[in-house]
């Protein structure tokens, strides 16, 4: 066990309070993972990735709708950078527990662009180039455009497919193909959202974001199981909680290691928890099981909890 000031640990724990992914009064936390966007016409990404253009504006506008507690992007990149995860749609529901233990969602949002095309047009007007993001593109008002969104919600406690969407759209659409999102709030912003590319996700992203809150969540009742790290053997942590305790095949544990110091105020020594990783049950047994290291370093003698 190791000693600090209780200085040092308020700050250490105030940093890990910044990636929090969720308030804990929420009932569920949500997740938007990467959506793909392998089904489009090339000239709809020129320069820009429309995938990352709708995740952020779909999470956007789940914000906005305020009906779900809504994981941070920030955060949700952050852990897929420091993991080196693939960001497909296949990884992400082959791999929900993993994720939504990682990121601390209880639904995981995933999907894919399938169509993003011009359907027809009577004529094309020049336009201003936008940085890196205009094209010398302006739409007229007989251009069409088809839209088409498929999206999952998956529960990341089971990884079980909750519900399924589809927005599929045939709109008229005039101005810039795609606008400029560097400025204001990014693919959000008026620059982009003005834009042909921006009209066409802004929509979709909308419609989405209302059908996925009006979804009435529950969150998967996870047991309460805490339990200490009796050894490490190479990339796994053994820990002293098994069956007969509730420990099942595929569970997740957050890990943390205890540091002490004493209340100069008081005199008494404060016992702190301070997460360190987690673990996955791979093996268990009746009074043991055994987690494959999933993220940093727990250590022997740490705690492992389900919550």
């Not at 804990?24 to 949500?30: C, G, I, L, T």
């Not at 839209?147 to 990341?156: G, H």
């Not at 509730?246 to 105020?265: E, N, W, Y």
Request: proline fraction near 3%; hydrophobic fraction near 45%.
């Amino acid at each position: 066990m190791r000693h600090f000031g209780v200085g040092i640990i308020l700050s250490m724990l105030a940093c890990f309070a910044l990636v929090g992914p969720a308030p804990a009064s929420a009932d569920a936390a949500v997740a938007v993972m990467p959506i793909q966007s392998d089904g489009i016409d090339p000239m709809f990404a020129a320069n820009f990735d429309p995938g990352k253009a709708f995740t952020d504006i779909l999470t956007n506008k789940l914000v906005d709708i305020g009906k779900l507690s809504v994981v941070d992007r920030a955060h949700i990149d952050q852990i897929f950078a420091e993991q080196k995860l693939a960001q497909s749609a296949d990884f992400v529901s082959n791999n929900a527990v993993q994720l939504g233990h990682m990121v601390g969602a209880n639904f995981l949002i995933v999907g894919r662009i399938v169509h993003l095309d011009k359907t027809a047009s009577q004529g094309v007007g020049i336009g201003n180039v936008l940085g890196n993001f205009g094209i010398n593109n302006v739409g007229t008002s007989a251009d069409r455009y088809h839209v088409q969104i498929a999206i999952q919600l998956i529960d990341s406690a089971t990884g079980r497919i909750v519900k399924q969407y589809m927005h599929d759209e045939n709109r008229q659409a005039k101005g810039i193909l795609i606008g400029d999102p560097s400025s204001g709030r990014g693919y959000s912003s008026a620059a982009f959202g003005s834009s042909v590319v921006g009209q066409l996700l802004n929509s979709a992203a909308g419609d989405l974001a209302q059908k996925i809150s009006d979804t009435s969540l529950t969150a998967s009742a996870v047991p309460n199981i805490s339990a200490i790290i009796i050894a490490l053997d190479g990339t796994d942590a053994i820990i002293n909680k098994g069956q007969a305790d509730g420990v099942t095949l595929g569970m997740f544990f957050q890990t943390f290691h205890q540091i002490s110091a004493k209340d100069p105020s008081t005199g008494k020594t404060i016992v702190t928890d301070i997460p360190d990783g987690s673990i996955e049950v791979r093996a268990v047994s009746a009074n043991s099981s055994v987690g494959r290291v999933v993220s940093g370093k727990p250590v022997v003698s740490g705690v492992a909890r389900t919550q």
